[in-house]
């Protein structure tokens, strides 16, 4: 019970703290919005091309989300000191970072609801698979975490750690099927893009808007999985050597 309590405290500090402050609650509201009408507007498809363009819009709007307030807020923890007061919360390591990673969770998850909330004024979402769209932006949001955690371990500084995160995330733009088909690509572009998680939450998210997937769900999911079980591992074995060993 005292290390759930330990992790609702940990989330409700990182909430009040980080999460929601005005410039971040203003960030997690605009930054979608500006990609969505970024994109709606400049396809000049009309709205006919909102279905295509949505399942990139909030895929990208979860990654950025979560990758920039994550690897900032851990870095910046780590290089006050304060990182080191809560390794002594009576709850293990592993838990501890599921705790200060839920905040930037919940956070990318609202951002992915912010382009669909725009979208369903203008088009006609009836057609959309919740039971896949919903998972699938979970997935992504875990992921998207879990990358940002794993960036924000291997710097040191807070600019480092923005600089590092656009090395992964601006090269998913073009890879991951978000908006260009991976079918399209150059033959030697294609393997990268198996390797990089948002292409099977992109896949979902095409498959549960307009039925544009290329996998199987049940496969886009467990690879899904994986890639937030091999992150936080990782991360969590970079944490033991860098930051307590």
């Known amino acids: 019970m005292k290390r759930w309590i330990a992790f609702w405290n940990i989330l409700v500090k990182d909430m009040r703290t980080y999460y929601l402050k005005p410039p971040n609650v203003s960030w997690g509201l605009i930054f979608p919005l500006a990609w969505t009408g970024m994109f709606f507007i400049k396809s000049g498809s009309g709205t006919g091309s909102i279905p295509t363009l949505l399942p990139g819009v909030v895929a990208l709007s979860v990654l950025f989300g979560t990758t920039s307030l994550l690897a900032v807020t851990v870095t910046f923890e780590k290089k006050n000191r304060s990182f080191e007061r809560l390794l002594l919360a009576p709850m293990p390591l592993g ?27 203008l088009v006609d979402l009836s057609q959309v698979a919740w039971g896949v769209f919903i998972p699938a932006v979970i997935l992504i949001a875990v992921t998207s975490t879990f990358l940002g955690l794993f960036i924000a371990v291997a710097v040191s500084e807070v600019f480092e750690a923005q600089t590092f995160s656009n090395f992964f995330r601006f090269p998913m733009i073009f890879l991951c099927g978000l908006f260009f088909p991976i079918e399209k690509l150059p033959v030697f572009l294609k393997p990268v893009s198996y390797v990089l998680p948002v292409t099977y939450g992109a896949d979902l998210l095409h498959g549960a808007v307009h039925g544009g997937h290329s996998m199987p769900f049940f496969l886009d999911l467990v690879l899904l ?21």
């Open 225 to 245: 999985c994986a890639f937030c079980i091999g992150l936080f591992a990782v991360s969590l074995g970079n944490i033991r050597r860098r930051w307590i060993a």
């Open 95 to 121: 838990l501890l970072m599921l705790a200060k990673t839920s905040g930037a969770i919940i956070f990318g998850v609202a951002n992915a609801f912010v382009p669909v909330i725009m979208a369903a004024f």
